[in-house]
């Protein structure tokens, strides 16, 4: 048997086994997309159908009103009429506050690990970034429960204010922001290790300092990938339930800006005595949760129009 025919063989059985795998893959990817079409659809159906759905209610068919319950400004009242305007406002006012807490920690504390930490330091400083990334959500619930809340009424007594036990707007933000550090933390690391060490040298042969290159040149170079950790920590952020019930309070009416005031999430209200509930109370959970896929769509969109504009900008230059 001739080289050229064994060269053959092998070229069709390789040829074969990418196919195979093309197909595995392409089943694979399908199948994924088809389960988040599924619940999407799910979430969709159920969310909608208590506008659609008539409820007996103390003896009377009723059904939820859609401008009521999008522009609401109290959560519930009797028999029927819920309301989560308000909650869709705090939930985007909590999670702004924790993105400014988080933001500025975690693309700094990139940056020292990336280009300030000697080797051995930085490899320490990742891991315990992975590990903080992968604590459940209850555990910093019960942290903040426990530690955080106490912090913010002893801050709310020194302006003269007496906070329900430190449950508050403020505690829910710094308990978000802890649980979103870790995930910007560590996309960040990676956009910051991406740019060119060319860009750095040029940087510092022009005569700017190692502190103006930082800023100027690396942070820069990153800010694509470090929207891009923003938008996975605003998602997280949005989409958290259980820290976020034990530390909330809960409120029933708002909007309410005060920091050391009770305040209620989009997740605080799906998963508030989910287990005890039927009917329209039960259902209206679906209508939150599909409210919430929707503005977070909308907020990635947002996001990721600001970080093309950004690139835009930057391939101009």
């Known amino acids: 048997m001739g080289p050229s025919v064994l060269n053959n063989k092998s070229i069709k059985k390789k040829t074969i086994i990418d196919k195979i795998v093309r197909v595995v893959l392409l089943s694979l990817t399908i199948l994924a997309s088809l389960i988040i079409v599924f619940i999407t659809l799910f979430i969709s159906i159920k969310g909608l159908s208590p506008f659609f759905k008539e409820y007996v209610i103390n003896g009377t068919p009723t059904r939820l009103n859609v401008f009521d319950f999008l522009f609401g400004t109290t959560y519930f009242v009797s028999p029927n009429k819920y309301g989560i305007g308000f909650v869709i406002i705090n939930t985007i006012y909590v999670s702004i506050i924790a993105l400014i807490f988080a933001i500025p920690l975690s ?3 990139a940056l020292l690990i990336v280009r300030k930490a000697p080797k051995p330091i930085k490899n320490i400083l990742k891991t315990i970034i992975e590990l903080l990334s992968s604590i459940p959500s209850v555990i910093f619930g019960m942290f903040g429960k426990d530690m955080i809340t106490r912090f913010v009424n002893s801050l709310s007594l020194l302006f003269n204010y007496q906070s329900k036990g430190g449950l508050s707007t403020l505690s829910t933000s710094i308990v978000l922001a802890f649980m979103i550090i870790p995930t910007i933390t560590l996309v960040s690391i990676t956009a910051i290790e991406s740019v060119k060490n060319d860009q750095i040298y040029g940087s510092l042969a022009l005569g700017a300092s190692v502190t103006e290159t930082d800023f100027k040149i690396v942070l820069l170079g990153a800010k694509n990938g470090i929207i891009s ?9 949005l989409g958290e339930a259980t820290a976020i019930s034990m530390v909330c309070g809960n409120a ?3 909007p309410n800006f005060n920091l050391f005031d009770t305040t209620r999430t989009l997740t605080s209200s799906m998963l508030q005595s ?3 509930t039927s009917g329209l109370d039960y259902d209206i959970r679906f209508s939150i949760g599909l409210v919430l896929i929707i503005i977070i769509i909308i907020s990635n969109i947002l996001l990721n129009i600001v970080k093309n504009k950004i690139g835009k900008v930057k391939k101009n230059i």
């Open 274 to 276: 989910i287990h005890e």
């Open 252 to 254: 029933y009416k708002g």
């Open 107 to 109: 693309v700094l504390s």
């Open 229 to 237: 950790a923003i938008i996975l920590g605003l998602g997280r952020a």
